[in-house]
């Protein structure tokens, strides 16, 4: 019987062996032996993985490209080819460009502070309204296509995510008071894919809009989740924010942090960054920025030897 390749503990791919982004896929149909091939690189990773817990933020960005239909589809397949072969995933997901459509729409102006969106009560009733209502649908609805699957939640369900706010001239935007992963346990157990809208409450009946990275963070720490990955709009971190070849393949919450001192980071970025850092010190043992519009972005990083993205761990 074939055996898998040992790979190095931690998920440590060389950081030389990491390019700097998907390449094309080719013109031609990969022939039988490229597509065995594959099937066998994969084996040993979904052997490391199998019955793990796997979080997956995908971002807002990721679904607005110029084909969101075609967008979800990938990433349901995606995501159900985890499930398939015994991955948990968990879809935690934001949907920042949905609200501002909608907030457009109804003659709404946006505000942002520090890559967080200032949410006054009109604001918070729209955040809900796209996020429970639209994207979470979406999501749930692509996934499903391919049999019954997915589950839709917003944070308020059964006391997911409780929320305190984090500062009154940012209006209802919620810090994670604390995530209770009861709920999310109970529907993995069921063989289930918890997809999470983040809107928390405070328990006393009022909802708070949680940026979307900070929450999957958390919800990754609570379940003890073996990876954490952010899918976005850009294809990993860059030491340069303007400079794609700058992108930084590998790295540990201490570069996080330099990263950020050093002005480096900016806008959404900034809540990612600090969830990356802050998972792993926790004990997530590997958090993961990728190109969410990158066909099969997931699949790359998880399954192959050569990561896409920029993988953070301990050192
Ligand atoms: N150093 C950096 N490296 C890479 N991207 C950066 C950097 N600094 C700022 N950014 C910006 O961060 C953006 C990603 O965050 P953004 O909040 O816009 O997307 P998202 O979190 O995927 O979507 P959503 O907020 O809707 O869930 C990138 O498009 C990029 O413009
Ligand atoms: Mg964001």
């Given at each position: 019987m074939r055996q898998p390749r040992p790979r190095p503990a931690g998920d440590g791919r060389p950081?030389?062996?990491?390019?700097v982004a998907v390449t094309a896929e080719a013109a031609a149909p990969p022939d039988a032996a490229t597509r065995a091939a594959v099937l066998v690189e994969a084996l040993p990773y979904i052997?490391?993985?199998?019955?793990r817990i796997v979080v997956v933020k995908y971002g807002g960005n990721a679904i607005a490209g110029a084909d969101p239909a075609r967008a979800l589809a990938s990433f349901a397949a995606d995501v159900v080819l985890l499930h398939a072969v015994g991955i948990r995933p968990v879809v935690v997901h934001g949907g920042g460009p949905q609200i501002g459509e909608l907030m457009g729409r109804l003659g709404l102006v946006p505000e942002f502070r520090d890559g967080l969106r200032v949410t006054d009560a009109e604001t918070l009733d729209v955040a809900r309204m796209v996020l429970v209502g639209k994207v979470n649908r979406d999501i749930v609805t692509a996934v499903n296509a391919h049999g019954h699957l997915a589950v839709g939640l917003s944070g308020e369900d059964a006391g997911l995510l409780?929320?305190?706010?984090?500062d009154p001239a940012l209006g209802f935007?919620?810090?994670?008071?604390?995530?209770?992963?009861?709920?999310?346990?109970?529907?993995?157990?069921?063989d289930l894919i918890p997809v999470v809208a983040t809107i928390g409450s405070d328990g006393q009946g009022q909802a708070y809009n949680i940026n979307a990275d900070t929450a999957a963070g958390a919800v990754a720490e609570a379940v003890a989740a073996a990876k954490l990955v952010y899918l976005t709009d850009v294809e990993g971190i860059r030491a340069e924010r303007d400079d794609p070849a700058s992108l930084i393949h590998r790295t540990t919450p201490d570069g996080l942090d330099?990263?950020?001192?050093?002005?480096?980071?900016?806008?959404?970025?900034?809540?990612?960054?600090?969830?990356c850092s802050r998972a792993v010190r926790n004990g997530v043992p590997a958090a993961h920025v990728l190109d969410g519009r990158t066909d099969h972005a997931l699949l790359l990083e998880l399954f192959t030897d050569k990561g896409v993205g920029t993988m953070v761990a301990l050192p």
């Open positions: 950081a030389a062996d990491r390019p052997r490391e993985f199998r019955g409780t929320a305190s706010p984090r935007v919620g810090d994670v008071g604390s995530v209770n992963p009861e709920l999310l346990r109970r529907l993995l157990a069921e330099a990263l950020v001192r050093s002005g480096a980071v900016a806008g959404g970025m900034i809540p990612k960054v600090a969830s």
